[in-house]
């Protein structure tokens, strides 16, 4: 019973890992859009997005929210990592670490 319970939470966190990138890659192209209709600048508002980039996901997606009324970026951004912390927590308890 423990090697199967070690299995499976060993097989949702690698989920976890593999959703959690993608979801940090999907999230950055969204975020690094918003700057860049913001700003209009092209190449170099991605360039600004990148160089700023913690600013870049705290201060984006609630641009998009407040200016765009868009609240998507912001549900992706932070809820998905908020579901994906508790996924995490979830296979790591499954598994049996503390």
């Known amino acids: 019973m423990d090697r199967f319970r070690r299995a499976s939470g060993g097989a949702l966190y690698g989920v976890f890992g593999i959703l959690y990138c993608l979801l940090g890659v999907i999230s950055l ?22 160089v700023v980039f913690p600013v870049t996901l705290l201060a984006a997606p609630w641009y998009a929210l407040i200016a765009w009324g868009n609240p998507f970026p912001l549900i992706l951004t932070y ?17 049996g670490e503390s």
């Not at 192209?29 to 990148?50: M, P, S, T």
């Not at 908020?82 to 499954?94: D, P, Q, R, Y």
């Open 79 to 95: 809820g998905g990592f908020v579901m994906l912390l508790v996924f995490g927590w979830l296979a790591s308890t499954i598994r």
């Open 29 to 50: 192209i969204v975020n690094l859009v918003i700057v860049n209709e913001a700003l209009g600048w092209g190449f170099f508002g991605i360039v600004l997005a990148l």
